[in-house]
């Protein structure tokens, strides 16, 4: 899977940014989807996820509320949307993906189990 993400820019705090990641899989191919943010000087951290049919997801604490995370199969393409933006949100937001297998624990993402990494989108929120 190789993933793309895009969306990314600076916002005022208090606004609004949807982030999106494209995934170009083999055909017949599924996967769970997951954004993950490193901020400057911090270690990569889990936002959020969602299951390979969309059916669940999951966030971090500190994004729960705010941010929403959603897929689109038909087009191969994830998305986060992010409202109430504050300057603590800023950082580099990377998707990534695991893929599907059976008999494996699902959405092990915040474990830190990733199959693979997309190259991340600048958030940069002003006060």
């Known amino acids: 899977v190789q993933l793309q993400a895009s969306g990314g820019g600076l916002v005022q705090a208090g606004g609004s940014l949807k982030l999106s990641c494209t995934a170009t899989?083999?055909?017949?191919?599924?996967?769970?989807l997951a954004w993950f943010r490193e901020a400057p000087g911090k270690g990569r951290e889990f936002v959020s996820m969602?299951?390979?049919?969309?059916?669940?997801?999951a966030y971090a604490d500190s994004v729960k509320g705010r941010f929403t995370i959603s897929r689109d199969n038909a087009k191969n393409v994830g998305y986060l949307q992010m409202s109430n933006l504050s300057p603590a949100d800023t950082a580099v937001y990377y998707c990534?993906?695991?893929?599907?297998?059976?008999?494996?624990?699902?959405?092990?993402?915040?474990?830190?189990?990733?199959?693979?990494w997309g190259k991340g989108t600048q958030v940069t929120v002003s006060s």
């Open positions: 990534a993906a695991n893929s599907v297998v059976r008999g494996t624990i699902p959405l092990r993402f915040p474990s830190g189990h990733v199959d693979y």
């Open positions: 899989a083999r055909a017949g191919s599924t996967y769970e």
């Open positions: 969602i299951s390979s049919s969309g059916g669940s997801t």
